[in-house]
């Protein structure tokens, strides 16, 4: 196993512009469910009745009775060790880009500076009416929370019917067009247009690295089967005695 923690780090620290590709498996161990995979949200909610954009317009508390209770938590869910160790890379100047799927917010919470969230984020709250912004878990009590106004609140995260933000998503694309290595943690590469990404990077020449409990992506370089949290870390230490 050491082996292929050093072959990685080896790669990670020959690059030059080096980008990782997140999803919900890195915050899976911050006690964060996924959506897909086993137990998962959406294995309890109908996401297009739940998290789409036509119900919320007419029935928001649906929405809410999902989210509300994480929101108003805000504070009480913490990045892990592999949130941690992106952040600790990023600050090294090794990992240049974080492009993330999650809607946490966690990445910023671990001190990282460049994170890509092209599903939004739930840390960021608007009225639909006046555009007020709160920031959780500072948000107004109610099953379905108003504005002071009296506008219904809803977090800048993209439903189901939304398109995703396009300048975030054009930035996603054009780092991973041209980043040499890329760190897939805890996605299983799926869910599109994020899934274009690895694809795009490889086609550019790009070696993947792919952190993963379950083989997704097939066109990978290096496969670890093993959490973001433990992974991340080693390979952070092999980067260091290589330093040395």
């Given at each position: ?14 690059s ?44 928001p ?38 492009i ?62 939304e ?12 780092y ?69």
């Amino acid at each position: 196993m050491n082996q292929v923690f050093n072959e990685a780090a080896k790669i990670i620290g020959s690059s030059k512009k080096c980008i990782a590709l997140t999803g919900a498996g890195i915050s899976a161990e911050s006690g964060i469910p996924t959506f897909r995979s086993k137990g998962g949200l959406w294995n309890s909610y109908d996401p297009t009745v739940y998290a789409s954009i036509d119900t919320f317009m007419k029935d928001p508390s649906k929405y809410w009775s999902i989210r509300g209770d994480f929101i108003r938590k805000y504070n009480d869910y913490s990045p892990n060790q592999g949130h941690l160790a992106l952040a600790s890379l990023e600050n090294a100047g090794i990992v240049k880009c974080i492009i993330t799927q999650n809607i946490d917010g966690l990445h910023r919470k671990a001190g990282s500076k460049k994170v890509l969230e092209i599903h939004g984020s739930l840390r960021e709250i608007f009225c639909i009416s006046c555009g007020k912004e709160y920031i959780a878990p500072d948000i107004p009590p109610g099953d379905v929370p108003h504005c002071t106004c009296g506008g219904v609140l809803k977090p800048n995260t993209v439903l189901f019917g939304e398109d995703l933000p396009p300048a975030v998503l054009s930035e996603a694309e054009e780092y991973a067009a041209s980043c040499d290595v890329m760190i897939l943690a805890g996605t299983s590469a799926t869910v599109y247009p994020a899934a274009y990404l690895p694809v795009t990077a490889k086609r550019n020449g790009a070696k993947v690295i792919e952190i993963n409990l379950e083989y997704s992506f097939t066109d990978s370089d290096i496969f670890i089967e093993e959490k973001s949290g433990t992974a991340l870390p080693m390979i952070e230490e092999q980067l260091k005695k290589i330093e040395v």
